[in-house]
């Protein structure tokens, strides 16, 4: 009379893998919240000298520039 797969029981393996999948989740998404922190801006020289790393401006341009930000 009680027969596999009848009634709340027979979908209650379902129901488990679902809440252990939700439990998994939010334990995931806590653990990346908690690893970001927000980042600090890139002051202007930082910027000046990625630039320069990067070979957008040549080495006179770089230092004329840092002249201005420093001073």
Avoid: C
């Amino acid at each position: 009379m009680h027969g596999y797969g009848t009634g709340f029981m027979g979908w209650g393996w379902i129901l488990g893998l679902v809440v252990l999948g939700l439990i998994i989740w939010a334990v995931v998404r806590s653990a990346q919240n908690s690893n970001t922190s927000p980042r600090e801006p890139k002051s202007a020289l930082d910027i000046l000298k990625e630039r320069y790393a990067l070979g957008e401006i040549d080495k006179q341009e770089f230092e004329e520039k840092k002249r201005d930000l420093t001073g």
